[in-house]
């Protein structure tokens, strides 16, 4: 476990999940107030909480989600317990589910099978420790303010957030997941994906004019543009390939050959890293389940 202080005010926790780590970055935002954007599966956010100790945080504010994914947020019942001043912070369309998680849970289990029971245990929270957001509100942590907007695309309910003074975005899945060290950019896709909503969010993210993204999966970026335009156009890509497997009346697995065919970037770098084949299915099935929807009206 480890952490790195990016700016005066945000520290990134890097807290291992099933005993690796670089899986899911955790921002802790410090002001005279405190917060944490996306403490991770439960698993991950007991080395959160080891972590924040060390670093001598003794009050925790705000637990803000970037969307309600097991992966992000499955462990805020946790914090919440650890901190009893704090509330967890999250899109209206997340609220329900993170009182009642039984149906990410079954979702979670449908796209990822057993491969879930990594992520700990999974716990609801007191409604009335939930705050739904707006669309553009101010979070004042007292010396430092985020900028919420929402981001659909990755999911209905995604949102970043965005620290103006350091020009830092936190953008949880909304501009997708890098695969191995410096490689690909790959969207973050399970379905129900919008990619066109996801380029729209992107469009949104960029004309934030950001120096430092806050990647979820994983790091925090200083070349904003080349990544955003990276992502762009494979998203782009993925949904023509898409479209046209369609078309043809062909199934996902035809869009996974498809694409490891057309994508050259990623069939070049994929061979290299263990388990990347297993995520890029996942992630072209929100584009094939899209691409049909369209098709179908």
Same mark, same amino acid.
């Given at each position: 476990? *480890?952490?790195?202080?990016?700016?005066?005010?945000?520290?990134?926790?890097?807290?291992?999940?099933?005993?690796?780590?670089?899986?899911?970055?955790?921002?802790?935002?410090?002001? $005279?107030?405190?917060?944490?954007?996306?403490?991770?599966?439960?698993?991950?956010?007991?080395?959160?909480? /080891? $972590?924040?100790?060390?670093?001598?945080?003794?009050?925790?504010?705000?637990?803000?989600?970037?969307?309600? &994914?097991?992966?992000? %947020?499955?462990?805020?019942?946790?914090?919440?317990?650890? =901190?009893?001043?704090?509330?967890? =912070?999250?899109?209206?369309?997340?609220? %329900?589910?993170?009182?009642?998680?039984?149906?990410?849970? +079954?979702?979670?289990?449908?796209?990822?099978?057993?491969? !879930?029971?990594?992520?700990?245990?999974?716990?609801?929270?007191?409604? *009335?420790?939930?705050?739904?957001?707006?669309?553009?509100?101010?979070?004042?942590?007292?010396?430092?303010?985020?900028?919420?907007?929402? #981001?659909?695309?990755?999911?209905? @309910?995604?949102?970043? =957030?965005?620290?103006?003074?350091?020009? #830092?975005?936190?953008?949880?899945?909304?501009?997708? @997941?890098?695969?191995?060290?410096?490689?690909?950019?790959?969207?973050?896709?399970?379905?129900?994906?919008?990619?066109?909503?996801?380029?729209?969010?992107?469009?949104? !993210?960029? *004309?934030?004019?950001?120096?430092?993204?806050?990647?979820? &999966?994983?790091?925090?970026?200083? /070349?904003?543009?080349?990544?955003?335009?990276?992502?762009? *156009?494979?998203?782009?890509?993925?949904?023509?390939?898409?479209?046209? !497997?369609?078309? /043809?009346?062909?199934?996902?697995?035809?869009?996974?050959?498809? #694409?490891?065919?057309? +994508? &050259?970037?990623?069939?070049?770098?994929?061979?290299?890293?263990?388990?990347?084949? @297993?995520?890029?299915?996942?992630?072209?099935?929100?584009?094939?389940? =899209?691409?049909?929807?369209?098709?179908?009206?």
């Amino acid at each position: 476990m *480890s952490s790195q202080r990016l700016s005066d005010n945000i520290t990134v926790i890097d807290a291992p999940i099933n005993g690796k780590t670089g899986i899911l970055g955790t921002y802790l935002v410090t002001g $005279e107030k405190n917060a944490v954007i996306d403490p991770g599966p439960t698993s991950q956010t007991r080395g959160v909480i /080891d $972590e924040m100790r060390k670093l001598g945080v003794k009050n925790l504010d705000w637990v803000l989600a970037t969307h309600i &994914h097991l992966d992000h %947020a499955g462990g805020s019942w946790l914090l919440l317990n650890e =901190y009893p001043e704090s509330m967890l =912070y999250c899109h209206p369309k997340g609220v %329900a589910h993170m009182v009642e998680p039984s149906k990410l849970r +079954d979702a979670a289990e449908r796209l990822f099978g057993e491969r !879930i029971l990594e992520y700990g245990e999974i716990r609801g929270v007191q409604e *009335s420790r939930v705050q739904a957001s707006r669309d553009h509100e101010i979070i004042d942590l007292d010396g430092v303010t985020l900028e919420v907007y929402w #981001t659909p695309g990755h999911s209905s @309910h995604s949102q970043c =957030y965005f620290e103006p003074d350091s020009r #830092t975005a936190f953008v949880g899945d909304a501009i997708g @997941h890098t695969i191995g060290d410096g490689g690909p950019v790959r969207p973050a896709s399970p379905p129900p994906h919008n990619p066109v909503q996801a380029l729209e969010s992107i469009d949104l !993210i960029r *004309s934030l004019d950001p120096e430092t993204l806050c990647v979820a &999966h994983f790091g925090a970026y200083k /070349d904003p543009e080349m990544y955003l335009e990276r992502i762009s *156009s494979r998203t782009r890509l993925w949904m023509r390939l898409a479209e046209k !497997i369609v078309d /043809d009346g062909m199934r996902l697995d035809d869009l996974v050959a498809l #694409t490891m065919r057309e +994508d &050259h970037e990623l069939k070049d770098h994929i061979k290299g890293v263990e388990g990347a084949d @297993h995520s890029v299915k996942p992630s072209l099935l929100g584009f094939y389940l =899209y691409a049909k929807w369209v098709k179908n009206g």
